[in-house]
Nanobody, 127 residues
Framework: VQLQASGGGLVQAGGSLRLSCAAS????????MGWFRQAPGKEREFVAR????????YYAESVKGRFTLSRDNAKNTMYLQMNSLKPEDTAVYYC?????????????????????WGQGTLVTVSS
């Protein structure tokens, strides 16, 4: 499995960015994809997740209402639309896959449970 993340950059607080993650190497119908992020000096934290089949989404409390996750099945690509960005959103964002998808809800927040990771894309939000 290969995950290619893109779309990071520098934006002012209140602005928007859209991250993309193109996946290849297998079929993803029985998978979940998502994003983690890691700010300097901090641990990786869960951002959002989408079930490839059905499209159900999950979000960290810190991004609910501001970030929206979607997917394009035909392109095997996931998108993270980030609006109303804050300086505390500054981090390297990693695209992830777990397959088959976790069935225990409380486990989706832990990086250890994800099978594949992309290379990361840097998002910097200036104040």
């Amino acid at each position: 499995v290969q995950l290619q993340a893109s779309g990071g950059g520098l934006v002012q607080a209140g602005g928007s960015l859209r991250l993309s993650c193109a996946a290849s190497g297998r079929t993803f119908s029985q998978s979940a994809m998502g994003w983690f992020r890691q700010a300097p000096g901090k641990e990786r934290e869960f951002v959002a997740r989408i079930l490839w089949s059905g499209g159900r989404t999950y979000y960290a409390e810190s991004v609910k209402g501001r970030f929206t996750l979607s997917r394009d099945n035909a392109k095997n690509t996931m998108y993270l639309q980030m609006n109303s960005l804050k300086p505390e959103d500054t981090a390297v964002y990693y695209c992830v896959v777990d397959t088959p998808p976790l069935t225990i809800y409380s486990e989706i927040y832990y990086a250890r449970n994800y099978d594949y990771w992309g290379q990361g894309t840097l998002v910097t939000v200036s104040s």
